[in-house]
């Protein structure tokens, strides 16, 4: 048994056959289908949005990990609520009035669905402790944010463990998800950080991985 939910990413699914890609997710025991919504603003890249989550949602009762790399995602909670999010993630980065991160938390919260922060490699995990406690997970890019199939940065696996430290002292509860260049030779490392949630698009969808 693995100790950890495997989250693959459709971003490298073939988008003509999505549906083939949630059964493989399933057969593969994956644990939650992870979504990189991207807006070409907030990354260069433009994925998709709320048509696309609303047919595939019925294909699958695995929970729905939607990445926002979007900017203005307080604009958008409700309505990724209401085509099948059962996590919502938002970037750190993506909000310019700090003290909004709050507030998008509870709006996620008031929709009744879990709550994710994420972090670019840039961004030091001192800069998002305090909102750790309100939290259901906290996404760990070990890549740019952009594109798939990139390389492990892996002095950002350290933000890992830095995590697993603070949640056992303060005693919080949120899950700690990692996203970006995990294959087969880097997903050891993320596994002995401690991770809880391993997103993987590329090694997945090329059968490398799970
Ligand atoms: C990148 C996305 C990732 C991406 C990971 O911005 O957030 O979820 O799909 O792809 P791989 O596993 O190929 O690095
Ligand atoms: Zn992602």
């Known amino acids: 048994m693995k100790n950890y939910i495997l989250a693959p990413?459709?971003?490298?699914?073939?988008?003509?056959?999505?549906?083939?890609?949630?059964?493989?997710?399933?057969?593969?025991?994956?644990?939650?289908?992870?979504?990189?919504?991207?807006?070409?603003?907030?990354?260069?890249q433009i994925t998709f949005g709320h048509p696309v989550i609303k047919c595939i949602r019925p294909l699958t009762k695995l929970p729905f990990d939607v990445h926002l790399m979007i900017e203005h995602p307080e604009r958008q909670i409700e309505s990724f609520k209401e085509v099948g999010a059962d996590y919502i993630t938002f970037h750190y980065e993506a909000v310019e009035d700090l003290s909004m991160i709050n507030t998008i938390i509870d709006q996620i919260h008031n929709c009744g669905i879990k709550a994710g922060l994420s972090i670019k490699p840039k961004t030091p995990v001192s800069a998002i402790e305090k909102y750790l406690s309100k939290l259901d997970l906290l996404l760990v890019m070990t890549v740019e944010p952009g594109f798939g199939g990139q390389k492990i940065i892996p002095e950002c696996v350290a933000k890992?463990?830095?995590?697993?430290?603070?949640?056992?002292?303060?005693?919080?509860n949120f899950l700690i998800s990692v996203d970006g260049g995990v294959n087969e030779n880097t997903i050891q490392s993320v596994i002995d950080a401690g991770s809880d949630v391993i997103v993987s698009g590329s090694a997945f969808f090329a059968g490398r991985l799970g």
Not at 13 to 25: E, P, Q, R, T
Not at 39 to 44: K, M, N
Request: proline share 0%.
């Open 160 to 172: 890992v463990s830095q995590l697993v430290e603070i949640r056992k002292n303060e005693n919080l």
């Open 9 to 44: 990413s459709l971003l490298s699914a073939d988008f003509a056959n999505l549906g083939d890609a949630i059964k493989l997710i399933e057969e593969k025991n994956g644990g939650f289908v992870h979504i990189d919504v991207m807006d070409g603003s907030f990354v260069s």
